[in-house]
């Protein structure tokens, strides 16, 4: 069965701020076009879903951390531009804002590489710029684990926030013109970026605290900090940080089960064992979790409630989309995989947004932050004669 597509949503630049696709592929050893039952996105339905450009996680598990966290990055964003050069028929890596919107003119899926967990770069300023070398245009500071310089929403609080050198590297990030990730870190954390930042930042796969208490949620007042900082807040679409009753059930069951951290999109946190993660087995333990929960659900509805409110606090011009695709086990109804996507823009239109509000949510935002970010590097000396 096809969805109907709105007008807008064919015309528009949309772009998902966080798709964990590289991750399956990486842990079912297949490729973007091939068959996975287990796919929220493939190149199929990311095709169906209308999106122009697609942010790929080169996403670090914390149990990588001190223990070749980088190489995993290094290896994931190979696999990135591997699958992009497979399929250069329909797909395309992107490393700048005028990519984005060429992919859009020649009706390519753009991919961007993102990295999560700053724990990726080891401490080290030379790694980061390495992997902005490699292609990744932005980085969370942190996963669920917080890191020798930078406190997560989902662990225990080591710094109050931000390091001194957790600022240097936030400025490395300003320099280098590479968006700063605000997603997972903890509410001091956030607020260090900000006032460190000299660029608008991004929340990449965050939704509202106010409608869901998930603590890897923004406030209403990070919500009004971003808005000042000009940056977006890139809606999450999975259930446990849309439904308030869904988090509810996971945050209890979490705790019953003295999971060691209840922050759930991926990393049921395996800390303290010596032996390297089971990438395969990590996350099927954790799906399997999540089923005996009976895998709560949020609604469509739900995730456009996200969206309104997120506008109504922050401004309309700081939302925007962050699927959180591959990452998580449980979507909303009617937004089960990417394919659904322009149901999500049906229903914000049927609700009462404007076609150019809704422009400027699937993408429109996010384009403009990235176009100042990329504005405000500082221009690197060319080493040619
Ligand atoms: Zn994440």
């Not at 050198?165 to 936030?170: H, I, W």
């Not at 999975?238 to 509810?248: G, H, K, L």
């Not at 009617?334 to 394919?339: K, N, R, W």
């Not at 935002?365 to 405000?376: G, K, P």
Request: proline share 4%; charged share 25%; net charge negative.
């Amino acid at each position: 069965m096809s969805i109907s597509v709105p007008d807008v949503h064919r015309r528009a630049i949309i772009v998902d701020g966080h798709c964990d696709t590289p991750y399956r592929l990486f842990r079912h050893n297949v490729h973007l076009d091939e068959h996975d039952p287990e796919a929220q996105a493939d190149l199929k339905t990311l095709q169906e879903s209308g999106i122009t450009a697609s942010f790929f996680a080169a996403y670090v598990p914390p149990p990588y951390a001190n223990r070749g966290a980088a190489n995993l990055a290094r290896k994931l964003i190979a696999l990135i531009h591997d699958e992009a050069r497979r399929r250069a028929d329909a797909v395309t890596l992107c490393t700048d804002s005028a990519g984005i919107r060429a992919a859009k003119r020649d009706g390519k899926l753009a991919l961007m590489i993102g990295v999560e967990g700053g724990h990726a770069i080891e401490d080290s300023l030379d790694i980061l710029r390495e992997l902005y070398e490699r292609g990744a245009r932005y980085m969370t500071l942190t996963h669920v684990n917080t890191n020798n310089w930078c406190d997560s929403s989902g662990d225990a609080e080591r710094h109050g926030g931000l390091t001194a050198f957790g600022r240097d590297v936030v400025r490395a990030m300003n320099d280098l013109g590479m968006i700063v990730d605000v997603s997972h870190i903890s509410d001091k954390a956030f607020a260090h970026v900000v006032e460190t930042s000299r660029t608008p930042v991004v929340a990449t796969h965050s939704s509202c605290r106010a409608l869901c208490r998930h603590p890897r949620n923004m406030t209403d007042d990070m919500l009004r900090a971003l808005a000042r900082n000009g940056g977006v807040c890139m809606i999450n679409f999975f259930s446990a940080f849309i439904s308030d009753s869904v988090a509810e059930v996971i945050m209890h069951a979490a705790k019953r089960d003295r999971m060691e951290r209840p922050d759930m999109d991926r990393g049921t946190g395996t800390g303290g064992t010596e032996e390297m993660p089971d990438d395969r087995s990590d996350w099927d333990a954790f799906l399997k979790w999540f089923e005996s929960l009976g895998s709560p659900a949020a609604t469509l509805d739900q995730v456009a409630d996200h969206v309104f409110h997120a506008a109504e606090v922050a401004g309309i011009d700081h939302v925007g989309i962050g699927s959180d695709f591959d990452g998580v086990p449980a979507l909303p109804a009617g937004l089960t995989d990417a394919s659904k996507l322009p149901a999500l823009t049906a229903r914000l239109l049927e609700r009462g947004m404007s076609e150019p509000d809704v422009e400027k949510v699937l993408g429109g935002n996010f384009m403009r932050v990235f176009e100042q970010v990329e504005r405000a590097a500082l221009s690197r000396p060319t080493t040619a004669g």
